[in-house]
């Protein structure tokens, strides 16, 4: 096949190009410009945005023998990534931005080019497995459960996921550093990016105040009392503990959490623990990952964190909505936040979180 | 085998001047250095530095070798300014709009950090510059103005200016040649120019990468970037590279260039984009052009995609315009000649060299059809 392998400058997709080559397939290596101004977003080095990362791209391809181009994607990647991020959080929503960039950017902007110009599918580093079935391809955890991103991939449409290889995800991440050692390649000992990319510091509420402003608000409990003054509603997530500053203890002095976020209003609710439990979730925006769900109930997974643990759960989908409830409460769940549905290891559907009880 | 159609970009090494390199690289001695063996160096540098003024109508010291055709237009940029604001205030830079980097970001940086002002030259829709607005500002601005630094030759479409009138137009403000892409590719000369300083490079003419000229009217003392031991006139401190020297003269020397020839393969070229795609635009073949630059609009196509398919059949082109971390950003010179967005970034530069063949046209012509079909639906 003709593939798209697309390089972040990292290890793992560096090593992802080198064992697509391997296979036999005729590969180009892409470098994603995130950012009109690499500086923008990010300084340092833990992330796929400066121009060290493209270099370092630039000379995997090199080592491995195969042609590289820098693919220009800011504005794609802001107007769908980076705004969002910033109307989700406005909307009181807790957004994962790596699903928005593997959705609209990576699978879809890439995929869609790669195709156009007579390639056959995009190559990732991402930790994940596809299976051929008879109706296609199905999207599977990665064997390293630590490093599975099928969570941050259940955002990909059968098409998608067709047009997609992932050659690490039946290895472990250990074993990849080794590989690339043994490849040659002076990206093995780089250090995994953690965080949002496009965030250097990690430090969301920060980022989000610097470009958003902050409005103060009142912090209330579920009566309606003020007990403290937020600098930026959505800076809090839900259950949050810290960083509150409030100063009016509670009766017994157990902690508060942030139950809700009410971006109209500005104002931020906060209340007990137990309060934050929730046991069923509703999910808009459906995206089915394999073959239909059928009518009815359905026993399976749901997972609601990149690295969160799958939540034993019935699950149906109707009109659209993905609706599951959880055989145990979860405490702490914010809309806008993705959930998705696993059979066993298969991703069968992902939504994102639009109302929790 | 790859068709190589970049020699804008770096041409190869003619091959007396490897022969003479890999000579020079045996010899000892530090041409600054004054026993024998620094003597023996020295004559060859100053050898190639008479053959090399000769060639452009130059005295011998009016050579300053450097690093770079880059550093040749940083030192003559700033070092000017420099010296024409040390004994009264001349903030003014005129430049063209469609310099190279090389002479925009010195101007640039002057403004950001000494306060200079800059301003662009606009060019007409063939990407000449306009002499009319020259005139202007030379009025307007008279006494504070610095420098006026216009290109020979555009390296993205090949437009050659017209340098005598600016020059005639400047009067006594010194003027500054980029002549990087037009040097030994079509007539030009320092002397005959009126040219207060001009900027060469080694690698554009078969000689090797890492050696620059800046030409600088004898008499002329200019601030130094780089500072030393005091060689090349105390204005390039650094030892002198004299094998890379050597070879660019024997480049200039035994030059396998032909005007002529690549004028024609050239022809031969836009002809046959035109047979093949006849909606595509030609970019400055109003005006007079060097031989071997042809910038290609190609509707409906993006330049980096027709880049990338083109070179995975192994054609070797380029978009011309500047990357900024690997990203294509719009020329700067399409849009200075009215150029829309669009058309600007479906451009392609293919340039032509002493060792391009009509059998590199031909595969390049043979190539376009498919991969503009490609690079259209892939938009």
Redesign the interface.
């Known amino acids: 096949m003709r593939l798209i392998a697309a390089m972040s400058g990292g290890v793992d997709s560096a090593v992802a190009a080198a064992r697509a080559v391997e296979e036999g397939h005729e590969v180009?290596g892409v470098?994603l410009?995130l950012s009109?101004n690499?500086q923008k977003y990010r300084s340092g080095a833990r992330g796929c945005c400066t121009?060290e990362d493209?270099h370092d791209a630039?000379r995997a391809a090199d080592v491995i023998g195969i042609?590289f181009?820098?693919?220009?994607m800011?504005d794609e990647f802001h107007e769908n990534v980076v705004e969002n991020f910033m109307s989700e959080y406005k909307s009181g929503r807790t957004p994962n931005p790596c699903l928005r960039c593997n959705e609209k950017v990576k699978f879809a902007a890439v995929l869609d080019?790669a195709k156009?110009?007579?390639f056959d599918g995009v190559v990732t580093g991402h930790y994940a497995r596809t299976v051929d079935t008879s109706e296609g391809k199905t999207l599977h955890r990665a064997i390293d459960p630590l490093k599975d991103q099928s969570y941050v991939l259940a955002v990909l449409n059968r098409e998608q996921i067709n047009g997609a290889i992932f050659p690490l995800g039946d290895t472990e991440k250990v074993d990849i550093r080794i590989e690339a050692e043994r490849r040659g390649l002076a990206v093995a000992q780089k250090p995994d990016s953690h965080d949002i990319c496009f965030v250097p510091s990690g430090d969301n509420a920060g980022w989000l105040r610097d470009r958003m402003g902050s409005e103060e608000g009142p912090i209330v409990d579920q009566d309606g009392n003020q007990l403290g003054t937020h600098k930026g509603a959505y800076t809090y997530t839900i259950g949050q503990r810290k960083g509150l500053g409030l100063t009016v203890p509670t009766a017994d002095g157990s902690p508060r959490f942030v139950l809700k976020i009410e971006p109209v209003s500005n104002t931020v609710v906060v209340g007990p623990r137990e309060d934050l439990a929730v046991t069923s979730m509703r999910g808009e925006k459906t995206i089915i990952c394999g073959p239909d769900i059928a009518p009815g109930g359905h026993r399976g997974f749901v997972q609601v964190r990149a690295h969160g643990a799958p939540l034993p759960a019935s699950y149906s989908y109707s009109d659209g909505y993905l609706n599951a409830q959880l055989d145990e409460p979860l405490l702490g769940l914010a809309t806008g936040q993705a959930m998705v549905i696993y059979d066993g290891d298969r991703v069968v559907a992902s939504a994102t979180i639009c109302e929790t009880a | 085998m790859s068709i190589y159609l970049d020699h804008a970009a770096t041409t190869p090494m003619n091959p007396a001047a490897i022969e003479a390199l890999t000579s020079a690289l045996a010899i000892i001695g530090n041409p600054s250095s004054l026993h024998a063996d620094g003597r023996a160096v020295r004559k060859y540098v100053e050898d190639a530095r008479e053959l090399l003024a000769a060639s452009i109508g130059a005295a011998p010291s009016e050579v300053i070798f450097t690093g770079s055709g880059t550093e040749a237009n940083n030192i003559a940029i700033k070092g000017i300014y420099w010296q024409r604001n040390s004994l009264q205030s001349r903030p003014v830079i005129i430049t063209s709009a469609i310099e190279h980097q090389a002479v925009l970001e010195p101007a640039h940086w002057l403004v950001e950090h000494e306060g200079a002002q800059h301003i662009a030259l606009p060019v007409n829709s063939d990407g000449v510059i306009n002499l009319d607005a020259l005139r202007l500002l030379v009025e307007d601005h008279g006494n504070s103005i610095a420098l006026i630094s216009v290109m020979h030759s555009n390296n993205e479409t090949g437009v050659i200016q017209p340098i005598s009138d600016v020059v005639a137009i400047a009067g006594d403000i010194p003027v500054h040649c980029d002549a990087v892409q037009s040097w030994s590719k079509c007539e030009f000369s320092f002397k005959d120019l009126g040219l207060f300083a001009a900027s060469l490079s080694g690698h554009k003419v078969g000689g090797p990468i890492g050696v620059g000229v800046l030409v600088l009217q004898r008499g002329v003392d200019i601030p130094a970037l780089i500072h030393g031991g005091g060689q090349e006139r105390e204005i390039r401190s650094g030892t002198v590279n004299a094998p890379s020297i050597v070879a660019l003269s024997a480049a200039i020397k035994k030059s396998n260039y032909s005007s002529h020839d690549v004028a024609a393969l050239r022809h031969s070229f836009e002809r046959g984009v035109h047979n093949v795609l006849p909606d595509a635009i030609i970019n400055g073949s109003g005006a007079d052009r060097l031989p071997g630059i042809s910038s290609v609009t190609i509707p409906g196509a993006l330049n980096e995609t027709l880049l990338l398919l083109l070179d995975s059949k192994s054609i070797s082109c380029s978009t011309g315009a500047a990357c900024t971390a690997g990203v294509h950003r719009p020329s700067h010179v399409l849009e200075a000649m009215g150029i829309d967005e669009g058309a600007v970034m479906s451009t392609l530069r293919f340039s032509f060299g002493a060792t391009s063949t009509q059998a590199d046209v031909d595969a390049a012509i043979a190539a376009l059809p498919d991969v503009v079909t490609r690079a259209r639906s892939a938009r």
């Not at chain 1, 181009?69 to 220009?72: F, K, L, N, P, R």
């Open positions: 180009i470098h410009a009109s690499p121009i493209s630039r042609p181009y820098i693919w220009d800011a080019r156009n110009m007579g």
